[in-house]
């Protein structure tokens, strides 16, 4: 029976898999996105969910709708 990996042991053989098999950005790299993100998981209230939807194309609605099987908005 193989011996489970802790965490770490995941994390720095994915990390070693992923440079010796050429999965990984160059060292070079620098990501122009920000290092810290904050996320609201707030709930939409009705009103903002229908200004979403508005904000969408009618063919995004369209798909929206075929693969939800929503026909009607209201």
Do not use: V
């Not at 990390?15 to 996105?33: A, I, K, T, V, Y």
């Not at 920000?34 to 709930?43: C, T, V």
């Amino acid at each position: 029976m193989e011996k489970s990996n802790t965490i770490e042991e995941f994390f720095i053989r994915s990390e070693l898999s992923q440079h010796d098999e050429g999965d990984c950005l160059p060292s070079e790299f620098e990501s122009q996105l920000p290092a810290h993100i904050k996320l609201d998981d707030r709930p939409l209230g009705t009103g903002q969910l229908l200004d979403c939807w508005e904000r969408l194309s009618f063919h995004d609605q369209s798909i929206f709708r075929n693969n939800m099987g929503i026909y009607h908005i209201y």
